[in-house]
């Protein structure tokens, strides 16, 4: 083996915002759509923190026709004097990395932009960018390409565009496709953002435009109850078991904020916010919310005789089954899971979230003890429905003892390497012996399903663990699953780092997809979250010409293209099914690492997700055929 030279000339320093463009996922959290909507959040969540700090009381943002977005707020604007650097501290923001006011503790007393890095990190991986401060009675102006300033300054400060009575920041900027997979903001998940920032800020007045062609639109987001009108929009045409509990204190610098309330149908919708930032993996600030709650729960039922001295404790998740809650909080330093903030994991939020929980809940429940008593029923249904379902769930797994190869549908690869290991879930035995022919056996695993598996939105848990084709799934996957009243699902016992969906491309395979998805969301959304699922495109079309290569096409619209720029006759395969393709054409298209195209099923609105899954999967028709009228120009059609 040849030896390298590790030395001096070895260290590479990136300057400026070459680091970001270099490592762009350490950032925004990956390069596609859902990094791609970050940028907006991290622009948005500075004006919001403007409006913590008592000075900014609106914010437009505006999706242009071009492909831009543009954020404009009324709070102070970003600073434009000579900064100790010798330029505007402005042109310091925006193209320094852990530069911004969200250091000084006078400047911000919140903040969630703690890092300093959204303005700059946005401004690397944008094409271009362009800045208005509205500042001193001037409109100061900057702009950048790909974080490389283009104006030029004088004296070291930006120059003007005019005057102006205004005060605030506009920012216009458009996403590199050098460095994004797709640069088309997702309006559906930017609209439900701004819409929960409107709740968690009920003095904030946000404005949001679409400006795209076909899809203009103008909302303005003001919600003065804040969390509480949150809570009730989420059980929007769910049955209350009484009104939302709310809470608002302070304790050792941290404001807790808390509004909950109970519904009739037992699942746990529990949000949690810090610094106006969505904790979706949760955090610490949730953990004392929940243990202090089913604390207080359980010793209620007691005092009140429900439970008995011999009785076990009701679990936690009999506790909160069937408990929508909006935790937030607001922290002057808190330390989160990386820099997209997905968890929280302030130990002192935990204590102060258990202790202020505990004191305004008690103060609550011992002045309203029917709706004490209402909480306590539904925890006691919620026991029965566990003790019924856990047996029910060891009877059938104990009847149902799969070994490693599922009962004989799972072909297996020969490497034990979870991490280099993968499982192909392919509808049909005609597809699946292609596909067993075809693979890599030593990485590649094969699982043949039949047809449509069941809906687990609409089935109860006996029938879910009954179902042929959801156990052979459970049992291929090695790492249990999670729903409802407990929790199985160890991740670390995953036995195949990529799940991968190979159904046909058709209207039939898209509706596996959304059942297989809807199954893995419920049951294993870990799974999701941890980006191990993904889909497979197999293509739909092969073009022989008479002259030159073949060429496989994945859909309409690259045939489209391939027509009107190809010369001279050729032949036209449509490939109705997987199983039409020979081993050889499948290993090629849709198996071979080195040249397949995969979806990695990603999750950015947890809300919002949960709520379109219920809506499109459940039992309620009239919302769901709204959705399609509403979307019919959306839907991909197989002709």
Avoid at 239 to 253: L, R, T, W
Avoid at 322 to 336: C, E, L, N, S
Avoid at 453 to 475: G, H, Q, R
Avoid at 544 to 560: A, F, H, N, T, V
Wanted: glycine share 8%; net charge negative; aromatic share 8%.
């Amino acid at each position: 083996m040849a030896k390298t030279q590790y030395n001096a000339d070895s260290i590479t320093v990136l300057e400026g915002l070459e680091a970001v463009r270099k490592r762009p996922g350490m950032y925004i959290g990956g390069v596609g759509t859902k990094g791609l909507n970050h940028l907006i959040y991290e622009i948005v969540d500075n004006a919001v923190d403007e409006h913590l700090a008592g000075y900014c009381s609106e914010i437009w943002v505006s999706l242009e026709a071009d492909g831009s977005c543009t954020v404009k707020d009324s709070g102070r604007g970003i600073p434009v004097e000579m900064h100790k650097k010798g330029v505007s501290a402005e042109r310091v923001v925006l193209s320094t990395l852990h530069a911004g006011g969200k250091f000084d503790n006078d400047a911000y007393k919140t903040s969630g932009g703690l890092h300093g890095v959204g303005s700059s990190v946005v401004n690397a991986l944008s094409a271009h960018m362009d800045i208005k401060v509205y500042k001193n009675g001037y409109i100061h102006h900057d702009a950048y390409e790909r974080g490389i300033p283009v104006v030029e300054l004088e004296k070291g400060l930006l120059p003007t565009l005019g005057r102006t009575k205004e005060t605030g920041t506009e920012i216009n900027f458009l996403p590199d496709g050098e460095i994004f997979e797709k640069t088309r903001f997702k309006a559906d998940w930017l609209k439900s953002r701004l819409h929960e920032t409107a709740y968690l800020n009920p003095g904030l007045s946000i404005h949001y435009a679409n400006r795209r062609a076909g899809e203009e639109e103008e909302i303005l987001y003001h919600e003065p109850e804040g969390i509480v009108a949150y809570v009730k929009e989420l059980n929007n045409g769910k049955n209350a078991v009484h009104d939302p509990i709310y809470f608002k204190s302070e304790q050792d610098k941290i404001e807790v904020e808390v509004a909950f309330q109970f519904v009739d149908t037992f699942e746990e919708n529990i949000l949690g916010f810090c610094n106006n930032i969505f904790t979706q993996e949760g955090g610490t600030h949730l953990v004392g919310f929940k243990t202090r709650f089913t604390q207080l729960i359980n010793s209620y039922a007691k005092e009140l005789g429900i439970l008995k001295e011999k009785d076990p404790n009701f679990t936690g998740a009999d506790t909160r089954n069937g408990m929508t809650a909006i935790v937030a909080v607001k922290h002057p330093d808190p330390i989160f899971e990386g820099q997209t903030k997905t968890k929280l994991a302030s130990a002192d939020a935990s204590k102060v979230v258990f202790t202020v929980c505990g004191d305004a809940l008690q103060h609550y429940f011992d002045r309203n003890v029917e709706v004490l008593k209402a909480v306590i029923s539904c925890a006691e249904k919620s026991a029965k429905i566990r003790k019924a379902e856990e047996k029910a769930r060891t009877n059938m797994l104990t009847k149902s003892k799969f070994s490693f190869d599922s009962n004989g549908k799972l072909a297996n690869c020969e490497s034990r390497d979870a991490e280099k290991c993968e499982i192909f879930i392919v509808e049909g035995d005609s597809a699946g012996g292609s596909a067993k022919t075809a693979r890599d056996r030593m990485y590649q695993a094969i699982l043949p399903i039949r047809g449509k598996i069941l809906n687990v939105e609409k089935a109860s848990m006996d029938k879910v663990l009954a179902n042929a084709e959801i156990k052979t799934m459970i049992n291929a996957f090695g790492c249990g699953f999670s729903e409802g009243y407990g929790n199985d699902f160890d991740i670390s016992k995953l036995r195949y780092h990529k799940i991968i969906l190979m159904t046909d491309a058709d209207v039939d395979g898209s509706h596996i997809d959304t059942l297989l998805l809807t199954f893995l969301y419920r049951f294993m959304p870990d799974l999701i979250y941890n980006g191990h699922v993904f889909i497979a495109m197999p293509p739909l079309y092969k073009v022989i010409p008479s002259r030159g290569q073949e060429q496989y096409l994945y859909d309409d619209k690259e045939l489209e293209r391939y027509r009107k720029t190809h010369t001279g006759d050729f032949r036209l395969q449509r490939y109705k099914g997987l199983g039409e393709m020979d081993p050889d054409q499948l290993w090629e298209t849709t198996l071979d690492p080195d040249r397949r195209v995969l979806k990695r099923v990603e999750i950015e609105d947890a809300r919002l997700a949960s709520e379109v899954t219920e809506m499109l999967m459940g039992s309620d028709v009239p919302p769901r055929r709204q959705f399609i009228y509403d979307h019919a120009e959306e839907a991909e059609i197989d002709a």
